[in-house]
């Protein structure tokens, strides 16, 4: 779908994956997700999207229970360049499109995230950069799960089509995994690091940091490599 002209183009098939980490990410380009997020917000069930980055493929590969989780989302998608070498999708396109697609069809967004000075900070960087997304409400998860129920309830309640979440992983993973079938909306988007650089201008981390985090990742992704020849 071409957002510019309004009108349906023919995109490549999201039927390539890759593995890395043992955790299988889409391989597609903008359009096809986009396309993808779409179908899923006109659906009748819950659909989960993830944006994945080094740092939680890096902290979830050897945590019990987080790949089973990460496998049982709709469609996990590289949010970094790093993970397929330049060849992907770029999140911050994918969200922008997203984010303009749910303001023209006037969609409902809830947003959750760990505290509520986090979800107020970003509905504040919202209201002043997309000011016609609808925020039907917002929910506070802490680390320990505690609420759940009355977020479920919340988002239910505010006949939510997306949740836009700023949780961290592996809580995340493993919690959209127990209570999916729960929400009455339309698609989970855990998107957190992404909504911060887009919304917050909140900077990735230092030239030094980046470089680092890059050498342990490949290192990393090149002993998976190297253990399955």
């Not at 919202?126 to 016609?132: F, G, L, N, P």
């Amino acid at each position: 779908y071409n957002f510019t002209t309004g009108k349906k183009v023919q995109v490549r098939q999201m039927n390539e994956k890759i593995n890395i980490l043992n955790i299988e990410l889409y391989q597609t380009s903008a359009k096809a997700a986009m396309q993808k997020v779409v179908q899923y917000m006109e659906s009748d069930s819950i659909n989960t999207v993830e944006i994945i980055t080094m740092d939680m493929l890096l902290k979830g590969k050897d945590m019990p229970g987080w790949k089973e989780a990460v496998e049982s989302l709709n469609l996990v998608l590289p949010g970094e360049t790093e993970i397929l070498e330049a060849a992907g999708v770029r999140e911050k396109t994918l969200l922008r499109d997203t984010a303009g697609y749910i303001q023209r069809n006037k969609k409902r967004v809830f947003l959750v995230a760990q505290s509520e000075t986090e979800l107020l900070e970003m509905e504040s960087a919202i209201r002043e950069h997309d000011r016609k997304l609808i925020l039907a409400g917002r929910g506070v998860l802490p680390p320990d799960g505690a609420g759940i129920e009355q977020v479920i309830n919340a988002v239910n309640g505010a006949e939510t089509d997306c949740i836009f979440s700023l949780l961290p992983s592996p809580e995340q993973e493993l919690l959209i995994q127990r209570n999916s079938a729960l929400l009455n909306a339309r698609v989970w988007f855990g998107c957190g690091s992404v909504l911060k650089e887009i919304y917050m201008k909140k900077q990735k981390k230092g030239k030094i940091q980046r470089f680092l985090r890059r050498k342990v990742f490949r290192y990393q992704v090149g002993r998976q490599q190297r253990s399955e020849e």
